[in-house]
């Protein structure tokens, strides 16, 4: 029974011990009755039947809280187990109780049910293994579906290791398919991450890119990709180092003439990009400085490179 509770529960007893003892104390002392006085006794039995109502009314509101009290509680806690129930059934579609192994679909659908009930953690977890380089069991677009929710979620822990993850088989993704990479981080950014995974996104995203097709396309993702991190970090030091990479494909983006570039669902202008690029700076932190400076000129060498359009499927929607 909490504060609250207790307080009510003193003022009904007080109420009802008031309601007992005054009365009796008032007939018997100052309002001792008389004959003829039969209107200060209907006067005291009305206050005493105010008494009676308060006290009931105390009593019941007493008695109502206490019960949508308990029965939050008994929703909360079965929500949590039809959460656990749900990611163990989940789990079961992962790694079957026959020891049998499970075919990609229901991997997948294992993996995003998990994300769904908010074990984005725990799915994320799951993806180190089933996400490995010899022998990958679920297809890139799955595991870059839970590594979304992992970025999405409030788990330090899952969005770590979601970035390292990305950053691990960034050279196996298409910088040209939406489907290769989060749309936490397409165009737009997660500014609450760690130190650690800011830089390991950025290398995913750097290594992606470079290990890439050299289009028209490729290019203009990865400025607005970028440039989505340079706008929404509040840290100097990480602007810096984003402009600095982004000054590196100016030239280039200058070379061909677009005003404007889109990529998923934001629009950059050129003018914007030309703004980032002038922010560069150097990196107070020399081993930082060095390595951001060897991605800026293998960045620049990739982008003169860039030339003609895409002509594998989708290529029409990375002009969106």
């Not at 992606?208 to 991190?229: D, H, K, P």
Request: charged share 20%.
């Amino acid at each position: 029974m909490g504060k609250d509770d207790r307080r009510i529960v003193f003022s009904a007893a007080i109420v009802l011990l008031v309601m007992a003892v005054l009365p009796a104390g008032l007939l018997l002392g100052p309002l001792h009755l008389g004959e003829g006085e039969a209107a200060r006794l209907a006067a005291v039995l009305t206050f005493i039947g105010v008494l009676v109502t308060s006290s009931v009314s105390l009593i019941g509101f007493m008695v109502n809280r206490q019960t949508e009290r308990r029965l939050q509680t008994e929703q909360v806690e079965q929500s949590r187990q039809l959460r656990l129930d749900s990611a163990m059934r989940a789990g079961q579609l992962i790694a079957p109780a026959d020891g049998g192994s499970s075919d990609p679909a229901a991997l997948a659908s294992g993996l995003l049910a998990l994300t769904k009930l908010d074990n984005a953690d725990l799915a994320v977890t799951l993806l180190v293994d089933l996400w490995s380089p010899e022998n990958p069991r679920v297809s890139h677009e799955t595991a870059v579906l839970v590594i979304d929710a992992a970025l999405r979620s409030r788990s330090s822990n899952a969005l770590l290791i979601a970035a390292e993850l990305l950053c691990r088989h960034s050279t196996r993704l298409n910088a040209c398919q939406s489907l290769h990479w989060p749309s936490a981080v397409e165009g737009c950014w997660v500014p609450d991450l760690s130190p650690r995974a800011k830089l390991l996104l950025v290398e995913a995203l750097l290594n992606m890119t470079l290990a890439g097709s050299t289009n028209e396309s490729a290019l203009r993702a990865i400025a607005v990709r970028l440039y989505g991190i340079w706008r929404n970090d509040p840290e100097d030091r990480v602007r810096g180092c984003i402009g600095k990479l982004i000054d590196s494909l100016i030239g280039r983006l200058n070379d061909l003439g677009y005003k404007d570039f889109m990529q998923g669902t934001q629009q950059v202008m050129l003018s914007e990009l030309q703004e980032a690029a002038r922010s560069r700076s150097d990196n107070p932190d020399g081993y930082l400085d060095r390595l951001s400076t060897r991605f800026a000129d293998e960045l620049r060498d990739w982008a003169q490179q860039c030339e003609g359009l895409p002509t594998e499927p989708g290529c029409l929607a990375t002009a969106d």
